[in-house]
């Protein structure tokens, strides 16, 4: 069983590893940034209220996030495993969970900030199913591959709202860093490679 949290700045690539992980170990990917977009789009209260900050590139109050991730956690198929992709975001977070989860590994993605944004700026998106894109590898146009929506660019993908995003990840996220190293839990991986190259860097933190 692993219970696995991946940290790193936005557009690191956290989503697409944390999928294709997810699918490699048969363990849930449970991503807060995807739920509370899900949230959003179907304007529950829960979507209300985080909407202004998701948009804005801020963080969501932390005791909004922990209760998704605590219930979440709760559900059946989290018995032998999960993955948590974009939480905990700060040390306060990191702190509530390890009150309701043991985490057995937390794996660092690294890349340097002029390809973040280069990432980030030209990503795409479902709106329907969430599947990202990047614009320099569509094969069928700006269209989901999987259901044919009209891809779209997600409000905080903006050039401002991305510096905004690299900001708060420096100053609430990445102290993170230091605090599972400290518990002999963290596993650095640079992502500059290709998705299948850093992948292969992933399962080899995971099973190392
Ligand atoms: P992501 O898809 O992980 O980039 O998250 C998108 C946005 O959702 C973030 O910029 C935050 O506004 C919000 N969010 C996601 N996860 C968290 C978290 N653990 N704590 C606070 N806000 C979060």
Redesign the pocket.
Known sequence: MSNIIFLGP?GAGKGTQAQLLAKELGIPQI????I?RKAMREGTKTGLEAKR??ES????PDDV?IAIVRERLQEPDCANGYMLD????TVY?ADELAKFAKIDVAIELQLADDIIIERLSGRRICPKCGATYHISHLKNGEVCENDGEKLVQRP?DSEATIRN?LRVYQDQTAPLISYYKERGLLKAVNCEGTVEQNFAKVLEAVNG
Do not use: I, K, N
């Not at 974009?86 to 975001?89: K, L, S, T, V």
């Open positions: 936005p991503s807060t940034g995807e509370l900050y998701v590139g801020a963080l969501v996030v974009g939480f905990p975001r977070q905080d995003r």
